[in-house]
């Protein structure tokens, strides 16, 4: 005969069984939980909504997009700076106290910085990627791998050095006049120069002596290299003679920015 208390489904009154208690499983609750989470979420998500949509739209998660308002308005603050510091230089032509030698002193190191224009005989040099599907197009080469096709901060560096090797008298990227602490760089294939950036295809224009800019054109062993892209699977490479031309003058800062130890 079995003892009562070793029957869990059987009662201690004699009356017949009792339907056993039944336990709570750790799954049924913790299932439970997880459609009142997802209660509340919906919830939550249709009281914010009110019939709107409230889907962010994809361009503004785009850092692209941050960058390039930013380079809008850096080129707005440029402007702004520009015409300021035009406006400095017409009060400034007044009687100042300085003699002729020391206004001759200032003009001579203003021209030197690239704050003041130049104007001389201008050539300009055109990169560009090579298209999507480019091959090589001469025998012995390997297929194009897709950093191949893309414009470097190598190519416009070693165009800028070439330019600055043959004398150039001022020298422009895109619509910026460099100065000696201009840093041509890129990210991915975008340039980015003094805060604002630029796509392809890239224009550098210098004013200068030709013959001499092109024949250090002609010289630079990093170009000889780019060529060797050009000929094989079709970078873009375009040198053109302007005529007269007038570079800006820079008008950005010219403070240096540098890190200081802390204390």
């Known amino acids: 005969m079995t003892n009562s208390a070793d029957s ?23 299932t439970v939980a997880v459609f009142a989470l997802a209660g509340l979420i919906f919830f939550t998500s249709f009281n914010t909504a009110k019939g709107t949509n ?23 603050l440029d402007e702004s700076n520009g015409s300021l510091r035009d406006d400095v230089e017409s009060l400034a032509e007044g009687d100042d106290g300085s003699t002729k030698a020391e206004d001759d002193k200032l003009a001579g190191l203003e ?7 130049v104007t001389g005989k201008a050539m300009t040099v055109t990169l560009n990627d090579a298209p999507p599907d480019a091959t090589a197009k001469l025998p ?6 897709p950093d191949y096709l893309v414009i470097h901060q190598q190519d ?21 006049r ?3 602490t201009s840093a041509v760089r890129c990210v991915g294939n975008t340039l980015i120069l003094q ?16 013959d001499k800019l092109n024949q250090a054109l002609s010289a630079s062993k990093a170009i000889q ?23 800006p003058g820079y008008s950005g800062t010219v403070d240096l920015h540098y890190a200081e130890p802390v204390g």
């Open 195 to 210: 805060g604002r950036v630029y796509s392809p295809p890239y224009k550098i224009t210098a004013v200068g002596d030709l």
């Open 178 to 180: 460099l100065i000696s």
């Open 140 to 145: 012995g080469y390997p297929e194009p791998q």
């Open 8 to 30: 869990p489904g059987t009662g201690t009154t004699g009356s017949g069984p009792e339907p056993a208690r039944r336990r709570l499983r750790p799954m049924r609750v913790l």
């Open 156 to 176: 416009l560096q070693a165009v800028v050095n070439a330019l600055w090797q043959g004398g150039a008298q001022g020298i422009k990227v895109m619509d910026q």
């Open 54 to 76: 409230i889907r962010t739209d994809a361009s503004l998660l785009k850092l692209s997009d941050l960058i390039q308002e930013r380079s809008h308005k850096n080129k707005g």
């Open 111 to 117: 021209k030197s910085a690239g704050t003041q224009k």
């Open 225 to 247: 290299n780019y060529m060797v892209y050009v000929n094989v699977y079709g970078l873009g490479w375009k040198v053109t003679e302007d005529g007269t031309v007038t570079l």
